[in-house]
């Protein structure tokens, strides 16, 4: 089997986290192939056009899932976009892929972002039943920002797969905002390479598992150049026998000079059949740099439940609020103010099941 | 961002001349490099082994060649078993003074320091030299308090074969991984250790393992059984001259610790820059027993050392305290493993590691909570100081948590010497110069003093900082 989400350091196999398992493997396409899903420009901001020819720039970049996930991405997408941004552009594109029972959304999504330009993507993923697989690559040149913000709503009978490739070049900044809040099989993996000086890599996740889900996570930044930055922080919840991987690496190059990198991951574990594996790495080939990770795993501050409580607040809502409180600031970051309260309902009613 | 400090450090290598003395090899004997089925039976019938040890050896065997060279750690292209001598057993029996010790095996282990520290604060210590145990002694009054310490293969073949054949790898089963397979064939010397219940020794034991022999494998057995509400500190030193050729020390440490007991298992490993380390060291704890382990990794080309806790009894615990220093052609790859396996278990890893001269030093952890393990908490910590770019760290835990009634916590950090610290040291009037050399000291300071005063020292002599601040 070809690998999905291979961590860049190899550790001990028996922990079975060096890749993704079988539970995360892509699901074989039908002989007959699957139908297309609804892929939606919601909205094109005025300034840049969407078209289907990928920029040259992006075509080699690599994603977290690793080659073997984006080449089968790549070439099973039903659907391509493309989009070179020049100047400033201030309102989001808005994207919605939506699936449904046989139908598959193979998203192929590119961005070439030249020097000083700017843009917001939000990328929605709805549907209760079928497959949602993205590929999203990005070039950044010198001095560009892109934000990207995945939003994902889909139901618990959906296989998800998801990978994000960018490429900085000087100064440049990608933001990168992961919301993961259903789906059967989640496995997502982003890389970022910060290819020269002051380049920047800021990506918030939020993840929650319940039923029996099985979420998958790979995420990577390159240090290169000098004074690269990464800054990754990833809040989870799990409930029921949902089973979570989290690989998240930092990779100080030699060269990378006054670099720094931070990860930290904080878990809630809700329920006693979950299974959380965090693997936080950094790998470091320069004497100059500040890398730091931290990871934390437990049940709800039961401290803080018992203040809410005798504040009169009950523990069904105590324990909402305290969940909410750790995906509100990843919430905060989805650049529309409409979307950003429907994740937040939609939070609420997810919260209210586990 | 960061503040990043301009001045550069110099951070000595470790001086190795008293290791690397060494002496004329004259074995009493010594199979054919290689590893055969011929050679495991040699060194078999060389021992006089019972015959499940002789059937276990070759089923070791077995083993090992289905067994693959793990992919994920440092390269071990280098080790070519057709080159390793896997027994050699030097020109003496074993002794229980040190008079009776052959005057080259006894003035290497004098210069070594083992003797003296036996005078001065041991209950009781072995030395092993090549494949063989050469010395062996226990202080009267641990004895008498029923106090078992004596070279494994005796044991074998006395009173205690049923205890050994009921615990011998069973905690680390061939099975394990390769080199454990290589050991279960080819395994020779080491202690046996059974503290009975109840039993405080209050002074530590002690086993020192030399290996002499270029070309030579060295795979020494450290059985420890310790029975219920009793406590043992048991220190483990080792070294080797440096030779042109490959080493290889595939070691074994089984601990069991009984309920309510706690063991102690310190290690300075000092091995020669051609070693390769692939040891494995596994302890098993009882109802609220604990098992500590303080661990130093210094020499050696290349190591694989992960000490392993399995807290299989209600509210056990583990503590794993290390350093490792790599400098110039080293790579070592060093952490800890445990795995939670009853209710209320606790673990604490806290390391620090240096790297320096094109060394690697790299962090590796396993933590695994199974769903037995409600209540259970642990934190690992490891910090790596960077002294120059041709140098390298990773760090490379993994938690794997399967009880919601778990609390884990995990950090790390890597970096080189803060400029704020020494910006601060320096306000209170010291020099740059010592102000760095202070933090660097500071840094391994927790570990020296999980140390007996003896090896703290030896650790320090080890480390030899020297810091000479660059300044302006």
């Known amino acids: 089997m070809e690998k999905v989400n291979a961590i860049p350091s190899l550790t001990w196999h028996r922990l079975r986290v060096n890749e993704a398992s079988e539970k995360g493997a892509f699901p074989p ?8 899903g609804d892929v939606t420009l919601v909205k094109v901001p005025r300034g840049i056009t969407v078209d289907e020819d990928e920029p040259i720039a992006c075509e080699e970049l690599e994603s977290g899932l690793g080659q073997y996930g984006d080449r089968l991405i790549s070439e099973n997408a039903n659907s391509r976009w493309a989009v070179t941004v020049e100047k ?50 990005i070039y950044l040149e010198e001095g560009a920002q892109v934000e990207l913000c995945e939003i994902q709503l889909l139901g618990a009978a959906v296989s998800r797969h998801c990978g994000v490739a960018a490429f900085g070049q000087a100064g440049s900044q990608f933001r990168y905002t992961r919301m993961e809040l259903g789906g059967a099989v989640t496995v997502c993996g982003a890389k970022a390479v910060l290819s020269a000086r002051s380049a920047a890599f800021d990506m918030a996740c939020a993840y929650m598992g319940t039923g029996d889900e099985y979420l998958d996570f790979n995420d990577v930044a390159n240090h290169i150049g000098r004074e690269t930055g990464s800054e990754m922080h990833v809040f989870g919840v799990l409930g029921g026998t949902a089973d979570k991987i989290l690989r998240g690496t930092i990779d100080f190059r030699p060269g990378a000079g006054r670099s720094v990198g931070h990860e930290s991951e904080s878990v809630i574990l809700m329920s006693p059949g979950v299974r959380n594996r965090t693997v936080p790495l950094i790998l470091c080939g320069e004497e100059e740099v500040e890398g730091q990770h931290a990871a934390s795993a437990g049940r709800l501050d039961e401290d803080a439940l018992y203040y809410l409580n005798a504040r009169g607040i009950s523990p069904e809502e105590a324990r909402r609020l305290m969940i909410e409180a750790g995906f509100r600031p990843v919430a905060d970051r989805i650049p529309d103010a409409k979307l950003r309260d429907e994740v937040l309902e939609e939070l609420g009613r997810r919260i209210a099941s586990l | 961002m960061a503040a990043f400090d301009t001045e550069k450090t110099v951070v000595a290598d470790i001086d190795r001349t008293v290791y690397d003395i060494k002496d004329k090899v004259d074995a009493a004997y010594e199979v054919s490099s290689g590893l055969t089925e011929e050679i495991v039976r040699d060194i078999s019938r060389e021992k006089n082994d019972p015959d499940w040890m002789r059937d276990f050896r070759l089923k070791s065997l077995e083993i090992y060649e289905k067994l693959p060279i793990p992919d994920w750690g440092p390269s071990i292209e280098g080790l070519d078993m057709k080159n390793i001598v896997t027994y050699v057993r030097p020109k003496t029996g074993m002794s229980a003074t040190w008079a009776q010790v052959p005057e080259d095996i006894k003035n290497t ?32 009054e641990v004895e008498d308090q029923g106090v078992v310490y004596t070279d494994l293969e005796s044991a074998l073949k006395g009173p205690y074969e049923g205890m050994i054949r009921d615990h011998f790898m069973h905690l680390v089963p061939p099975t394990d991984h390769k080199f454990a397979a290589l050991h279960g064939a080819v395994w020779s010397g080491g202690s046996f250790v059974y503290v009975p219940a109840g039993v405080s020794v ?53 601990i069991f610790v009984g309920e309510g007991s706690r063991v102690r298992y310190s290690t300075i490993e000092n091995w020669s820059k051609n070693m390769y380390n692939l040891n494995t060291k596994r302890a098993t704890v009882g109802k609220g027993g604990t098992i500590e382990w303080v661990s130093g990794s210094f020499g050696s080309h290349t190591s694989y050392l992960y000490p392993m806790s399995i807290l299989a009894g209600e509210k056990s615990r583990m503590e794993f305290t290390g350093i490792t220093f790599a400098g110039a052609g080293q790579e070592l ?39 037995k393990a409600a209540g259970s908490k642990s934190s690992v910590s490891c910090e790596s100081l960077m002294l120059d770019s041709r140098s390298r760290s990773d760090t490379i835990p993994a938690m794997d948590i399967r009880t919601d009634k778990a609390d884990v916590g995990h950090e790390a950090k890597i970096g080189r010497i803060s400029e704020d610290a020494v910006f601060y040291l320096m306000s209170r009037g010291l020099s740059e110069e010592d102000a760095k050399a202070l933090i660097v000291g500071g840094f391994a300071e927790p570990i020296a003093k999980e140390l007996p005063l003896e090896y703290a020292v030896e650790m320090n002599n080890l480390i030899h900082l020297e810091m000479k601040g660059s300044i302006g």
């Open chain 1, 88 to 137: 400033k552009i201030k309102n989001p594109l808005i994207i919605e892929d939506s699936v449904a029972a046989g139908c598959a959304c193979v998203t192929c999504g590119s961005v070439y972002a030249v020097a000083g330009s700017a843009l917001k993507i939000i990328h929605i993923f709805r549907g209760d039943e079928g497959v949602s697989q993205s590929l999203t690559r």
């Open chain 2, 202 to 254: 209050e002074i530590p034991l002690q086993s020192y393992f030399r290996l002499n022999a270029p070309g030579a494998g060295q795979f020494e057995h450290t059985l420890i059984i310790v029975d219920k509400n009793a406590y043992l500190h048991f220190i483990e030193g080792c070294s080797a001259p440096k030779y042109n050729v490959a080493n290889l020390h595939a070691g074994c440490v089984e």
């Open chain 2, 333 to 371: 790859d060093t952490g800890a493993k445990v795995l939670h396996a009853a209710p209320g278990t606790s673990s604490h890893v806290t390391t620090k590691s240096i790297a320096r001269d094109g060394g690697v030093s790299n962090f590796r952890s396993s933590v695994v909570i199974s769903e």
């Open chain 2, 109 to 140: 282990f004098e210069r070594l320091g083992i003797p003296q520290a036996e005078r001065s604060g041991l209950a009781g210590v072995g030395a092993q030299y090549d494949s063989e145990v050469v010395y062996h002694n226990v202080r009267k």
């Open chain 1, 29 to 36: 396409v039908p002989r007959r192939g699957w139908g297309a």
